[in-house]
């Protein structure tokens, strides 16, 4: 029945595909709050003006992307496209935009109408983090830092690409300037006509041979914003952060300024960018609230998936029973056992497999150790633990000892 089938580019999740995403997610919650950002989660549904405003009515997003529909009142809505600018919102609306520096990070599902390919699906997990009120090139730093290290756990290979945009004043000349410069190239898409820096990372061929003479948006940087972009490169030197210097770099999103970044992994094609971000001053204004600086990136759970795949992961104590009337004891020395140690995986079997398929199924889900209860276990309190990951005797251990054993 087709009304049964899942719609297109938004798959279930399961077995090795779930817990890929779920091992991302954690390595990224897990970084995210060692750099002390506090969690922070909107609605999926927004208002669609919010995105218009925010990431651009002339942006591929808005003018392909976007789930949009209307309520029983007629309020045009959208499922949300990205998390920046929700997050921008409910600072605003929760009274939340003052002077103090805000460290504020977010997970969960984003939506976008594209043609679904490796490491693209239609519903996509996103990751990001937003630092609030600091103008210091501090802010782009430890940014750049969080997401190299969240690359650096899941043992991902990227090359980081960097480029600086200068202020709004600069990209409304820089933007003029392209205006002026293709007026003479034909058959402009409708996305550059209206908003031509997006010439610079347009597939057009034709275009791509235009730009290629053009003018960069460096060239339309003053001397401080220079000195900015200088001193930037010189602290991600001395960190030791390496990095490549792109000019044609802009990002998708027509609310960045200031620095712009990608990493970029060679492992999933033509679609290489993992993880991007930048500077984004005077959104938080135009959204209404005060004029406070901002920086940020956001990575795709589902991306960094592809790439890395979860190693199988470690289980530790596979409790299985001879008989139904030791189930119950089995379970109570499960209990009291995670009881111990929250942190432990331990499974009680509830089939009724011989004990032979019962060491046979530990051993493939990848079990540590094992213990069978039968009627002697119940009646002396004892077990046998056995070592499934190495060659050594079984020990005999009481069930305070095998506690013991089990402890934090």
Known sequence: MTDLKTIRGMPDLYGEN??????????????????????????????????????????????????????RKDNLLCLRPEGTAGLVRALITNGLDNDEIKKLFYLGPMFRYERPQKGRKRQFFQAGVELIGDQSSDADIEIILIANTILEKLKIKSDLEINYLGNVENLKNYNDYLEKYLSETSDLPDYVMKNPIRALDSKDENIKNKMSKAKSITDFLNKDQSDEFFKIKSKLDEIGIKYKENVKLVRGLDYYNGLVFEFLSSDLGAQ???????????????????????????????????VVKASSQSKDLFIGCVDKESRTYAQTLGYKIRKENSSLIVENYLGNASVAKQLKKADSQGFKFAIIVGQDELKNKKVKLKNLKEDKPDLELKEKDLLEHFEC
């Open 18 to 71: 779930i817990e890929d995403i779920s091992m991302v997610e954690k390595v990224c919650q897990k970084t995210f709050q060692s750099f002390n950002f506090q969690e922070l989660r909107t609605p999926i549904l927004e208002n669609k003006s919010l995105f218009n405003r925010s990431v651009g009515e002339s942006s591929e997003i808005m003018q392909k992307e976007v789930y949009e529909f209307k309520d």
């Open 272 to 306: 290489n960018a993992i993880l991007g971000g930048g500077r984004y001053d005077g959104l938080i204004k135009k959204l209404g609230g005060r004029d406070l600086p901002a920086t940020g990136f956001a990575l795709g759970v589902d991306r960094l998936a592809e």
